[in-house]
T-cell receptor
């Protein structure tokens, strides 16, 4: 089973709202990732968690705040977003955190975020 | 630095035609990994295949086949007898000995009935 689930599927929020995206995997993976994907572009890495600790922050603005409550869950808290933050947000997980090697990232279906 | 080039932006074919997607990569790593992902309109990135740099054996999986050639730094993907369900954006990606996937720009495949 290579399933990564994400909720909600769609989210519309105003610039003053606070919302959260949720990601869950039950494959026993120890690395989890957040990506942002704009229309007609490839995904861009935002954050990497390894063994529930933030390992990589790709210079993401502080209005995006990740959280990893346990090895199966990954949240992305959103606050004071801008319209240009509207995008598809993808979560992924992989077995071997930052170990290089051949581990494969498996992606969830994404959350389509619209910021008004 | 790593770079993946998918020169074909869009490909449109009629059902049952074969489609070949080109992927050319650049890396200074001696050990690296190549991937193909499919992204249908629903948005989910679906993993298709991983290839290690030390394994140049080509692979066939059903209607899908992959041709990996280190000499030309290419990892091409062919869909045989295409179907409407194959319509999607296909991404080639490269990973070195670290966490980061470098994606190509993607190729949009449209299969018409």
């Amino acid at each position: 089973d290579t399933e990564v689930t994400q909720t909600p599927k769609h989210l519309v929020m105003g610039m003053t709202n606070k919302k959260s995206l949720k990601c869950e995997q039950h494959m026993g993976h120890r690395a989890m990732y957040w990506y942002k994907q704009k229309a007609k572009k490839p995904p861009e890495l935002m954050f990497v968690y390894s063994y529930e600790k933030l390992s990589i922050n790709e210079s993401v603005p502080s209005r995006f705040s990740p959280e990893c409550p346990n090895s199966s869950l990954l949240n992305l808290h959103l606050h004071a977003l801008q319209p240009e933050d509207s995008a598809l947000y993808l979560c992924a997980s992989s077995q071997a955190p930052l170990a290089g090697g051949s581990d494969t990232q498996y992606f969830g279906p994404g959350t389509r975020l619209t910021v008004l | 630095a790593q770079k993946v080039t998918q020169a074909q932006t869009e490909i449109s074919v009629v059902e049952k035609e074969d489609v070949t997607l080109d992927c050319v990569y650049e890396t200074r790593d001696t050990t690296y990994y190549l991937f193909w992902y499919k992204q249908p309109p629903s948005g989910e990135l679906v993993f298709l295949i991983r290839r290690n740099s030390f394994d140049e054996q080509n692979e066939i999986s059903g209607r899908y086949s992959w041709n990996f050639q280190k000499s030309t730094s290419s990892f091409n993907f062919t869909i045989t007898a295409s179907q409407v369900v194959d319509s999607a954006v296909y991404f080639c990606a490269l990973r070195g000995p670290d966490y980061k996937l470098s994606f190509g720009a993607g190729t949009t495949v449209t299969v018409r009935a």
